[in-house]
């Protein structure tokens, strides 16, 4: 994994956050420059700090990484309403979703 993924991904989310890297490394409790150096490439943060920054930013390390995610809580909530199908359901549902992602082409 690059440098650049990561303090690219930090910028993106941090700008939707609507929050300065410079307000966002204090409200870490960090130095005022902490989160330009991650974001320029200098530095990479620690499994603690990483965790901390998803925290921060409200997404899971595994949304972090998947940037296919655009629309999160859409995500969530369908993937809350799969976990409680059986799987007769749930292959029907899969069905459905080929069908309509067939016509996205």
Known sequence: MEKK???DRITELR???NVSEYQM???LGKNKSYIQS???G???PT???FLEICEYLE???CQFFDTALHNL?????AADLLKQLDDEDMIAVISILHRLAARHK
């Open 25 to 27: 490394s204090l409200d």
């Open 73 to 77: 809580p859409l995500y969530e909530k």
């Open 5 to 7: 993924f990561i303090g």
């Open 15 to 17: 700008i939707k956050k």
């Open 47 to 49: 499994m603690e700090n």
């Open 59 to 61: 997404v899971t390390p």
């Open 42 to 44: 200098r530095s990479l």
């Open 38 to 40: 991650i974001s320029s």
